[in-house]
């Protein structure tokens, strides 16, 4: 059979607004992505994406793991699968999990389209539009996405440099109650090397938030993409280890593996595994059965640990580079944090400076970062704050990088 359909012909354009849902018409286009678009020019330097060093893509295990599973297992490793995910890599997870505190079991591991996927679940089973959520403010761009789709609203709490300022979380929940008539659906936070600001929840903090959470009768859903990328300082319990009957925990290989293989996973009580698997099934059925054989035969060769050991020694080179920079080319009036782990570090600059008209001015020095506002999701602060990514880039780029925005600033 011939179809003789020409490039060439005009083809009607369909006014197709009559059709659409009102929650992808709320969603608005963001200025600030069109000018990071021009951050894919080659002589750009970016701090502007979360981005993992792709020169520590373990390529060469990923190749040897590729050719095994395709010559052992490839009927079943190309085959549909369950949608909790393969049983032999959430066995191996929740093994890891154990050693650093996470209270899991292979029958309360997801497995998920990376993590950004969890959260998006998270707004599937939990959120009706006008459901509140409560937030650390800054908090992570990702999740605001996620469920601005469900209709959600936000009730944002204090952050500083020992993370969540938990004591403001019991007024926010009351808030919430005095204006809807019903609580807040859970508490968000990001206890790791915060995204975007870098910091770290306090041990403190941690069990007091555990202690709040139950006392109000609240979830809560603890985010830890970067647990493992600590550079310094003493490990801390995940605060799942003090109410693992209310909290969802997620985390992701994007920041150990590579995220391209988009693998992630929640931890959660078994009474809401069932919830998390409908609804993960009218999604995708389940996450790519070929990817997970693929991440399980790497882990299972012990390559994770040395692995991620590297990773540590790299990143905390190009943090420490990162702040010597800050340090020598930025004029008085800028501070930032330092992270004690993960991917980003949070600057400030003066009040008078406002980083996203500022943005157009360090693409002018060919030097881009995520302006502070974008991590507010009621669109109340960070007016002169930026998030500095300093996984990505080299050492020496990243001094030069650094260098340039000096440059931005002083004009």
């Known amino acids: 059979m011939n179809f003789n359909f020409s490039l060439d012909r005009e083809i009607p354009v369909l006014d197709w607004s009559p059709f659409l849902a009102s929650r992808i018409t709320q969603m608005k286009s963001s200025a600030i992505r069109e000018l990071l678009k021009l951050t894919q020019q080659p002589d750009v330097i970016s701090f502007a994406g979360g981005l993992p060093a792709p020169e520590f893509f373990p390529l060469r295990e990923i190749e040897e793991a590729c050719r095994y599973v395709v010559q052992n297992e490839g009927a079943l490793a190309l085959q549909y699968s369950t949608t909790e995910g393969y049983l032999p890599l959430r066995e191996w997870l929740a093994a890891n999990m154990h050693k650093y505190g996470v209270p899991a079991v292979p ?14 679940l998270i ?40 993370g969540m300022v938990v004591d403001e979380i019991e007024e926010a929940y009351n808030d919430v109650l005095r204006k809807t008539g019903k609580p807040p659906k859970f508490i968000y936070v990001l206890p790791n ?36 990328l600590r550079f310094e300082g003493e490990d801390i319990p995940p605060i799942c280890t003090y109410v693992p009957e209310r909290t969802i925990y997620m985390s992701t290989f994007s920041k150990t593996l590579t995220p391209g293989l988009r693998l992630g996973w929640i931890v959660c009580p078994e009474v809401l595994m069932q919830r998390f698997v409908m609804a993960k099934q009218g999604t995708d059925l389940h996450t790519g059965t070929f990817v997970q054989y693929i991440a399980n035969d790497i882990c299972q060769r012990g390559f994770l640990k040395p692995h991620v050991q590297r990773l540590r020694r790299a990143y905390r080179e190009r943090r420490d ?18 992270p004690q782990g993960g991917l980003f570090l949070w600057a400030r600059v003066p009040d008078s400076i406002n980083t996203t008209e500022f943005l157009r001015r360090a693409l002018e020095e060919k030097v881009a970062y995520v302006p502070g506002e974008n991590f507010y999701p009621n669109g109340d602060g960070g007016f002169n704050a930026m998030r500095l990514n300093f996984s990505y880039s080299p050492p020496d780029i990243i001094v030069e990088g650094i260098r340039r925005l000096g440059i931005a600033l002083k004009k």
């Open 193 to 228: 090397f915060h995204n975007p600001a870098g910091v770290t929840l306090s041990r403190e903090r941690r069990e007091k938030l555990a202690e709040i959470a139950t006392r109000l009768n609240l979830p809560i859903v603890e985010d830890d993409p970067y647990g493992q």
């Open 321 to 338: 580079t990162m702040l010597e920079a800050l340090a020598e080319f930025w004029p008085e009036g800028c501070s930032w944090t330092r």
């Open 107 to 120: 029958n309360n591991v997801l497995i998920t389209a990376g993590s950004q996927q969890g959260l998006d």
């Open 123 to 162: 707004g599937k089973v939990f959120l009706d539009p006008g459901d509140y959520v409560i937030t650390e403010r800054p908090t992570y761009l990702g999740a605001i996405q996620a469920w601005n789709a469900y209709g959600a609203r936000y009730r944002t709490v204090s952050l500083d440099d020992d």
